[in-house]
């Protein structure tokens, strides 16, 4: 596994960046635009939030650590731990499970050599669970980033791994640049 990146500090770049997003709010709620920057955060630090990229965040917005703890752990989007540069995040709530999820998941764990939550040895892909992505209609669903995937099967699975496989696939891409 690749080393754990920390970042404590954005680029000139991603601060303007911020403080556009942070001026979109009136004086003082500069707490609202919380979660476009662990977004940003979260990409800036190949995929995943430390304790230390949560508290920066937190000096920026100028409020309390435990105000970002609190968001960045209630939302399957942001990964507390560190992760692949490819995560597969697969949905398993009702309507997909029904259409097939878990043979879905099950290929991808097959396919990888790893668990669901577990990361290849070469840091490459990670699988993840995750409820309802809003597209029950195209069961079953995956999401890759920004990337949807709809009415899955494993010849579909197949293709996808291979792509990104052969294209080195990075999931965690700024979504504000
Ligand atoms: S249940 Fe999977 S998208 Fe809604």
Redesign the pocket.
């Known amino acids: 596994m690749q080393s754990k990146p920390n970042i404590t500090e954005f680029n000139t770049e991603t601060l303007d960046l911020i403080n556009r997003i942070i001026n979109r709010y009136p004086e003082g709620r500069q707490k609202s635009a919380l979660l476009p920057v662990l977004h940003i955060a979260q990409a800036e630090n190949s995929g995943w939030l430390s304790s230390e990229t949560m508290n920066y965040v937190a000096s920026l917005l100028d409020i309390q650590p435990i105000e970002v703890y609190e968001v960045a752990s209630f939302y399957s989007m942001f990964n507390l731990q560190p992760v692949g540069n490819c995560v597969i995040e697969v949905?398993h709530?009702?309507?997909?499970w029904l259409n097939g999820?878990d043979e879905i998941l099950a290929h991808f764990e097959s396919r990888l050599g790893i668990k669901v939550g577990e990361t290849t040895p070469d840091g490459k892909f990670t699988i993840k669970t995750v409820e309802?992505?809003?597209?029950?209609g195209n069961?079953?669903?995956i999401q890759v980033g920004t990337e949807y995937h709809e009415k899955l099967t494993t010849q579909k699975a197949d293709e996808l791994l291979s792509k990104w496989q052969s294209e080195n696939k990075i999931s965690h891409t700024n979504p504000y640049l």
């Open positions: 949905c709530t009702g309507p997909c999820a309802c992505l809003a597209a029950c069961a079953p669903v």
